[in-house]
């Protein structure tokens, strides 16, 4: 009987530790569904490309290929969005959130 190989799951998250918690307890808080007042922001793509930045080995340069946009308009919207979550979620929240991180971790 053969075993079957099955493809490996990265489960790693490239946010720095106290990044990666706040934007757990952002998301369940509710912090994402808040929609700008603003309708011109691309909010639910910003949202994307923050989940694709944090949650994946693909660079700025990466994820501005896939939305067809420069590298540093991709670490402007991962800095935005997060201020956004930042004013999004609740006082308590703001208050212990420690310190953010816009930048990757190496692995």
């Known amino acids: ?11 790693r998250t490239y946010a720095y530790p106290e990044t990666h918690r706040f934007l757990l ?6 912090a994402h569904l808040v929609e700008p007042d603003n309708p011109r922001l691309e909010w639910t793509r910003n949202k994307n490309i923050l989940g694709i930045y944090f949650g994946s080995k693909a660079s700025a340069e990466d994820i501005g290929k896939m939305y067809g946009i420069s590298g540093s308009r991709v670490k402007q919207i991962i800095a935005s969005t997060t201020r956004r979550l930042i004013r999004n ?16 971790r190496q692995f």
């Open 89 to 104: 979620s609740s006082p308590e929240l703001r208050e212990r959130r420690g310190t953010i991180l816009f930048i990757k």
């Open 25 to 30: 307890d952002a998301i369940a808080e509710g």
């Open 1 to 11: 009987m053969m075993s079957e190989k099955r493809d490996e799951v990265d489960l």
